[in-house]
């Protein structure tokens, strides 16, 4: 079995721009109850690109979801938060992160950052 994050998470779905809901798999083979992580805390916003360690993106994000998304061939179906993001001229641009680029999952079954 993958380390991935896409493979130790399952039920994740974003509340309003930044509040991602998840159950995560514990060492034990357990999952955990419903947890949240706030990803405002650790992505931002430069331009228009998400950035990292930084925070504030949802402020001036128009939008933002997470949907899971093909990666590579170890990560076949990784969380990939996905926002407009405020440009310097005004307008928005469309960009993600993959997730498993920047946590990672705990003994406990829970999103550490990198």
């Not at 930044?18 to 357990?30: E, F, M, Q, R, V």
């Amino acid at each position: 079995m993958s380390d991935s994050v896409g493979h130790r998470i399952k039920d994740d779905r974003l509340e309003g721009k930044s509040t991602l809901h998840y159950k995560g798999l514990k060492n034990d083979k357990t999952w955990t109850a419903d947890q949240t992580l706030n990803l405002d805390k650790y992505f931002g916003d430069s331009d228009g690109y998400f950035v990292t360690p930084s925070h504030g993106y949802a402020e001036k994000a128009k939008d933002a979801e997470e949907i899971r998304e093909y990666v590579d061939e170890k990560r076949p179906d990784e969380p990939k938060l996905r926002a407009h993001l405020l440009r310097n001229n005004g307008e928005y641009r469309y960009q993600g992160v993959v997730l498993d680029d920047y946590f990672d999952v705990d003994d406990d079954g829970k999103l550490q950052y990198l």
